[in-house]
């Protein structure tokens, strides 16, 4: 990691020898997870003509911690948005919008430091296609909705920027109402903080047969297959020692649990999606595609925000909104830790043209 970027490099797989048309992809990890995860998708990049690079978010190894200032904002929202939701998103949009300059800053420093081949769209090759995996989301949407405002350097990221990817978000990621009639967690046994995310991503990394996705009342919601396990179960000690960070997901006040605390009753991973959908004519941002891929085996939450996210941008369309090119990939058979179960899948998902 450079000595002036906050966010972590963690891997790189290197350029495929000989060519000057490969895609740089880089991949940002989700709520107490690392970017370890991806590293099954390595071995693929090359085959590929793509360059994969792993960085881990603030708060997990590698990365600058948030200071006491940045953790007193995300407090004070938290806090406010109990009585004043407007005053809580006046702190947050700032904030987030930092969180998407700092991934911008460290776009132009793969550009500036490793000379990467310029987008050819037209080719589908080159430049660079962005993603978040699940939580990982909000700095995608953080990203797309403020790049325009970020000044430009010596590097013209518009030249290589060529697609940003939301990969399997929750409903919450995107500010997307939730999956109605969902069973209530209430009567069930109360599980101890200092489980509770180990447990939850058991439960997230399981496989669910839903029915139809345009059918909310068949999604599985509770009760995942037999087999295949979860693929938490197939993780070596060294692996899941790795991969799995729980603490900014310690609702105990660690960093990522506290934005999604704060975050969710005041609407503002909403307000992040709807800018992010914006085309920005004139800003030379317009020509970055939005792609969503989603796995059909994840939980309930990840699917509902498929179908939701999907209708709403028909819904634009239709009424003439000017939206910057929106895709959507569906892998079928994946649960929600797709990088991980069928790591090549993954990775011809993000590349594939639509």
Same mark, same amino acid.
């Given at each position: 990691m450079s000595d002036t970027l906050p966010l972590g490099i963690i891997a790189d797989s290197g350029a495929p020898e000989g060519s000057t048309d490969y895609t740089t992809v880089v991949l940002f990890h989700g709520f107490a997870w $690392?970017? +370890? =995860? #991806?590293?099954? !998708?390595?071995? #693929?990049a090359k085959a590929k003509n793509a360059r994969i690079?792993?960085?881990?978010?603030r708060d997990y190894p590698g990365t600058t911690p948030y200071s006491i200032e940045e953790r007193a904002e995300v407090f004070a929202a938290a806090v406010q948005g109990r009585t004043d939701a407007e005053e809580a998103r006046k702190i947050l949009l700032p904030w987030m919008k930092e969180r998407g300059r700092e991934v911008h800053d460290l776009l132009v420093h793969i550009v500036s430091q490793h000379k990467i081949p310029v987008a050819r769209p037209e080719n589908n090759a080159g430049g660079i296609v962005v993603a978040g995996w699940s939580f990982g989301t909000t700095l995608m949407s953080a990203l797309l909705a403020n790049v325009d405002s970020f000044p430009q350097g010596d590097v013209d990221l518009r030249k290589y920027l060529r697609r940003v990817v939301f990969l399997d978000p929750p409903d919450i990621a995107l500010g997307i109402p939730p999956l109605p009639e969902v069973a209530s967690a209430d009567n069930e046994t109360p599980i101890a903080p200092e489980r509770l995310v180990r447990e939850l991503s058991i439960f997230y990394s399981a496989y669910f047969k839903h029915g139809d996705v345009d059918k909310p009342e068949t999604y599985e919601r509770s $009760? %995942?297959?037999? +087999?295949?396990? %979860? $693929?938490?179960?197939? #993780? $070596?000690p060294d692996e899941l020692e790795a991969i799995f960070h729980p603490v900014p997901? +310690?609702?105990?006040?660690?960093?990522?649990?506290?934005? !999604?605390?704060?975050?969710? %009753?005041?609407?503002? #991973?909403?307000?992040?999606?709807?800018?992010?959908?914006?085309?920005?004519? =004139?800003s030379g941002w317009e020509a970055v595609e939005l792609r969503q891929v989603w796995a059909d085996y994840s939980i309930a939450p990840m699917v509902w925000c498929a179908r939701e996210f999907r209708a709403e941008v028909d819904k634009q369309t239709k009424a003439g909104a000017k939206l910057r090119n929106v895709s959507f990939v569906r892998v079928e058979g994946a649960n929600h830790v797709v990088m991980w179960d069928? %790591?090549?899948r993954s990775l011809e998902a993000l590349l594939r043209t639509q």
């Open positions: $690392t970017s +370890d =995860g #991806f590293r099954k !998708m390595l071995p #693929f690079f792993l960085v881990n978010r $009760t %995942p297959l037999a +087999d295949p396990k %979860p $693929t938490w179960y197939s #993780f $070596t997901g +310690d609702s105990r006040g660690g960093s990522d649990a506290t934005l !999604m605390a704060a975050a969710i %009753p005041c609407g503002v #991973f909403g307000v992040l999606r709807e800018q992010a959908l914006r085309k920005g004519e =004139g069928l %790591p090549e």
